[in-house]
């Protein structure tokens, strides 16, 4: 059985909003806002349907970030805070590398990039 698109849409938006609250510690800019997350999957959990499973692809600011060990565990904590999830996979990429271009507006205003 598939997920309906209310309810992917509903868990995304409670994702979204828990990835919010992850910061990358030199930028003052969260996670998502910056454009470091490429990817939200949600998946109906094998085991229990009432729950989903959650694989998140995602990058860094750069390959040498020193807190590139940390931060998929953050990330993951940040997910199974929503009710809902009962796993979560945190995938890490470089491909493609981040660049400035995939902040938000509200990334760039916050951190005078206009």
């Given at each position: 059985m598939?997920?309906?698109?209310?309810?992917?849409?509903?868990?995304t938006g409670r994702l979204?909003?828990?990835?919010?609250?992850?910061?990358?510690?030199?930028?003052p800019v969260d996670i998502?806002?910056?454009?470091?997350?490429?990817?939200i999957d949600?998946?109906?959990d094998p085991v229990d349907a009432e729950k989903v499973r959650v694989e998140v692809d995602m990058?860094?600011?750069a390959p040498g970030c020193p807190v590139a060990g940390q931060m998929p565990g953050?990330?993951?904590?940040?997910?199974?805070?929503?009710p809902d999830v009962a796993a979560v996979k945190v995938n890490m990429t470089f491909d493609?590398?981040?660049?400035?271009?995939?902040?938000?507006?509200e990334a760039r205003l916050e951190l005078n990039m206009f």
């Open positions: 598939t997920l309906e698109a209310t309810r992917i849409e509903d868990l979204v909003k828990e990835l919010k609250t992850v910061y990358d510690p030199e930028i998502y806002e910056l454009g470091l997350i490429y990817k949600v998946d109906e990058t860094l600011t953050w990330v993951e904590d940040a997910v199974l805070r929503v493609p590398p981040w660049d400035p271009s995939r902040m938000s507006d």
